[in-house]
């Protein structure tokens, strides 16, 4: 059994096909110097550019037609990226200063962005090498005689699991209408472009092994637990069959979840909780629909920027897309938190200097304060697309009240100039901020006087709470939101915004898991965000439970001291309360 992180629900077995990671093996090639034979490799270079586009374009119009818009977003973003200035005049410049052949310079200067976005300390920013990657590859391609097309698996016969070192977009896409029932690869998370693309596919997915290209080969027959993270490479009989019934129960489990989306995440004793979607692209909203979540309790408006990038989008780009979600969401509300990124290489023209720390230095509301415009343009957008339906404001990584006041200044200073140019907005949308910085769960009764909601973001307050890195292996068993502290600061934090009477939800990862569900509504949670696909599984606890019950076992565990402690009792609990075994592992 080989142990990695599920990304995506279900069970598979089938086949592996391995894919050998794309190795193209360059060595410098040096050109003439004179002028002909240095704009002969540029005009090569620009003819890739052009044949890259144009397959990327072809891809595109083929999701749209199949129906996978969200998807075929990804793909205009690389076709964005293909006209990045920075990156072709990158290329261009050292053709014509070192005299190398335009391959040579693509491999380089790709390279050398790839590396530094690695160094960043943001899972979201590092997960977007993978795009960067296909992109030069495709390039590549087009510039080296290669017979091998990664967006091309051969003909496939029987259900087949897939097995890479990584995976691109491309190639995930084109999983659709294939034998493939799965895929394991080694680097990725659960917010790449692959892991989203296989939840929307609905193929059972795990990401995080160590060296699996190596140790498993084509051939080897495999059972992908995408609930688990785990795969039995070669199982005896026995185990197929048992892997076989599971993936049945876990079918036949999954339909009759489904069947509850249209009824209310109510308890049994009659209290209403709300569960709405966390999503990056409007288009998921089908996604949403389909899986019964009543609005989105985050957008990420951070997929904008990385669309437009080295550029920043334009207030009209903010507003279409900002109205699009707003009409999409009716009748229920969207949150849209503002601009969370900051020490990465897509906004180099914005930031000063490199960043030796990134997640602790200026990004979300620190980069927004400092540059000032870039959040005007974003909030003139927010405000008017408003009254196009029900929108929210979201302010990320707040640490304390002077830094939220700042933030509240400069929007009344733009609902101020909106008003003077006679360009109607929404005067009563309602503000809220992001806890997710442990000072601002400390003063979290401060901060309740200022806002009119709170979204708990608890990767980040879990990772700063407990100073650990959830993107390292080695302390990963250290990153645990059971641990007593985390416990005790969610109690504060809603506690002091039902007092102020505000609204208080929950949007990191921890609402999605069902061995959590109990314990959130014991501490007085009632709306929940989450990926679209755990809305029926939450929903399923929900409608399985009493909020006394709920009270009872967070009064129960209050008193405990390991995180191990808390875990082994709330699992006792669900197991004894879900006999189907199922509930605890669909997270």
């Given at each position: 059994?080989?142990?990695?992180?599920?990304?995506?629900?279900?069970?598979?077995?089938?086949?592996?096909?391995?894919?050998?990671?794309?190795?193209?093996?360059?060595?410098?090639?040096?050109?003439?110097?004179?002028?002909?034979?240095?704009?002969?490799?540029?005009?090569?270079?620009?003819?890739?550019?052009?044949?890259?586009?144009?397959?990327?374009?072809?891809?595109?119009?083929?999701?749209?037609?199949?129906?996978?818009?969200?998807?075929?977003?990804?793909?205009?973003?690389?076709?964005?990226?293909?006209?990045?200035?920075?990156?072709?005049?990158?290329?261009?410049?050292?053709?014509?200063?070192?005299?190398?052949?335009?391959?040579?310079?693509?491999?380089?200067?790709?390279?050398?962005?790839?590396?530094?976005?690695?160094?960043?300390?943001?899972?979201?920013?590092?997960?977007?090498?993978?795009?960067?990657?296909?992109?030069?590859?495709?390039?590549?391609?087009?510039?080296?005689?290669?017979?091998?097309?990664?967006?091309?698996?051969?003909?496939?016969?029987?259900?087949?699991?897939?097995?890479?070192?990584?995976?691109?977009?491309?190639?995930?896409?084109?999983?659709?209408?294939?034998?493939?029932?799965?895929?394991?690869?080694?680097?990725?998370?659960?917010?790449?472009?692959?892991?989203?693309?296989?939840?929307?596919?609905?193929?059972?997915?795990?990401?995080?092994?160590?060296?699996?290209?190596?140790?498993?080969?084509?051939?080897?027959?495999?059972?992908?637990?995408?609930?688990?993270?785990?795969?039995?490479?070669?199982?005896?009989?026995?185990?197929?069959?048992?892997?076989?019934?599971?993936?049945?129960?876990?079918?036949?489990?999954?339909?009759?979840?489904?069947?509850?989306?249209?009824?209310?995440?109510?308890?049994?004793?009659?209290?209403?909780?709300?569960?709405?979607?966390?999503?990056?692209?409007?288009?998921?909203?089908?996604?949403?629909?389909?899986?019964?979540?009543?609005?989105?309790?985050?957008?990420?408006s951070e997929f904008l920027f990385l669309r437009c990038s080295p550029?920043?989008?334009?207030?009209?780009?903010?507003?279409?897309?900002?109205?699009?979600?707003?009409?999409?969401?009716?009748?229920?509300?969207?949150?849209?938190?503002?601009?969370?990124?900051?020490?990465?290489?897509?906004?180099?023209?914005?930031?000063?200097?490199?960043?030796?720390?990134?997640?602790?230095?200026?990004?979300?509301?620190?980069?927004?304060?400092?540059?000032?415009?870039?959040?005007?343009?974003?909030?003139?957008?927010?405000?008017?697309?408003?009254?196009?339906?029900?929108?929210?404001?979201?302010?990320?990584?707040?640490?304390?009240?002077?830094?939220?006041?700042?933030?509240?200044?400069?929007?009344?200073?733009?609902r101020e100039d909106l008003h003077r140019e006679g360009k109607p907005?929404?005067?009563?949308?309602?503000?809220?901020?992001?806890?997710?910085?442990?000072?601002?769960?400390?003063?979290?009764?401060?901060?309740?006087?200022?806002?009119?909601?709170?979204?708990?973001?608890?990767?980040?307050?879990?990772?700063?709470?407990?100073?650990?890195?959830?993107?390292?292996?080695?302390?990963?068993?250290?990153?645990?939101?059971?641990?007593?502290?985390?416990?005790?600061?969610?109690?504060?934090?809603?506690?002091?915004?039902?007092?102020?009477?505000?609204?208080?939800?929950?949007?990191?990862?921890?609402?999605?898991?069902?061995?959590?569900?109990?314990?959130?509504?014991?501490?007085?949670?009632?709306?929940?965000?989450?990926?679209?696909?755990?809305?029926?599984?939450?929903?399923?606890?929900?409608?399985?439970?009493?909020?006394?019950?709920?009270?009872?076992?967070?009064?129960?565990?209050?008193?405990?001291?390991?995180?191990?402690?808390?875990?082994?009792?709330?699992?006792?609990?669900?197991?004894?309360?879900?006999?189907?075994?199922?509930?605890?592992?669909?997270?």
């Amino acid at each position: 059994m080989l142990r990695g992180l599920g990304v995506s629900a279900g069970i598979a077995y089938g086949r592996a096909l391995v894919l050998d990671p794309l190795k193209f093996v360059l060595t410098r090639k040096s050109i003439g110097a004179d002028k002909k034979s240095v704009n002969a490799e540029v005009t090569r270079f620009r003819q890739a550019l052009k044949t890259a586009a144009r397959d990327l374009k072809q891809i595109k119009s083929e999701l749209q037609k199949s129906g996978s818009a969200d998807h075929a977003e990804i793909f205009e973003a690389h076709i964005l990226l293909l006209k990045d200035p920075v990156i072709i005049d990158a290329v261009i410049a050292m053709i014509r200063d070192e005299l190398v052949a335009a391959e040579w310079a693509v491999q380089s200067v790709f390279q050398n962005t790839i590396t530094a976005l690695g160094t960043v300390d943001d899972s979201y920013i590092r997960e977007r090498v993978s795009d960067l990657k296909d992109i030069r590859d495709r390039l590549l391609r087009n510039l080296v005689d290669s017979d091998f097309d990664p967006d091309r698996l051969p003909e496939l016969k029987e259900e087949t699991i897939v097995v890479a070192r990584a995976l691109s977009p491309s190639q995930t896409v084109s999983f659709r209408d294939r034998f493939v029932v799965g895929f394991a690869v080694e680097v990725g998370g659960p917010t790449s472009h692959s892991a989203i693309i296989a939840k929307s596919l609905r193929l059972p997915a795990a990401v995080g092994f160590t060296d699996i290209v190596s140790r498993i080969k084509t051939g080897d027959m495999l059972v992908l637990d995408g609930n688990e993270g785990t795969i039995l490479v070669n199982p005896s009989p026995t185990m197929i069959s048992e892997a076989k019934n599971k993936a049945l129960k876990y079918s036949d489990y999954a339909e009759e979840l489904l069947s509850l989306k249209d009824v209310p995440a109510e308890t049994l004793d009659g209290h209403r909780i709300n569960l709405r979607a966390n999503i990056e692209l409007v288009d998921e909203l089908d996604d949403h629909g389909l899986f019964g979540a009543e609005g989105v309790g985050l957008y990420r408006s951070e997929f904008l920027f990385l669309r437009c990038s080295p550029r920043l989008p334009t207030e009209e780009e903010h507003f279409e897309v900002y109205k699009a979600l707003a009409e999409r969401s009716k009748p229920h509300f969207a949150v849209i938190r503002t601009l969370d990124l900051g020490g990465e290489k897509f906004f180099h023209e914005v930031l000063e200097s490199n960043e030796m720390n990134p997640v602790m230095g200026l990004r979300a509301i620190r980069l927004c304060l400092k540059r000032k415009d870039l959040f005007r343009t974003q909030l003139r957008a927010i405000l008017q697309a408003g009254l196009h339906g029900k929108l929210r404001l979201m302010f990320p990584l707040i640490s304390g009240v002077r830094e939220l006041r700042v933030a509240k200044m400069v929007l009344d200073e733009v609902r101020e100039d909106l008003h003077r140019e006679g360009k109607p907005f929404d005067e009563k949308m309602k503000i809220g901020i992001m806890i997710e910085v442990p000072s601002a769960a400390t003063i979290a009764d401060l901060l309740a006087r200022e806002v009119d909601f709170f979204s708990i973001g608890t990767n980040d307050l879990i990772q700063y709470c407990l100073a650990t890195d959830r993107g390292n292996d080695s302390i990963a068993h250290l990153y645990t939101p059971l641990h007593p502290a985390i416990l005790r600061t969610l109690k504060f934090v809603v506690e002091s915004a039902n007092n102020a009477h505000i609204d208080v939800s929950m949007c990191g990862e921890m609402a999605s898991d069902p061995l959590h569900a109990l314990i959130l509504l014991g501490l007085g949670l009632r709306e929940l965000s989450m990926h679209p696909t755990a809305v029926p599984i939450i929903k399923n606890v929900i409608r399985s439970i009493r909020i006394r019950e709920a009270k009872s076992l967070v009064n129960k565990i209050k008193d405990f001291t390991t995180e191990q402690e808390i875990r082994e009792y709330v699992l006792e609990t669900m197991i004894y309360k879900f006999p189907k075994g199922l509930i605890c592992q669909l997270h």
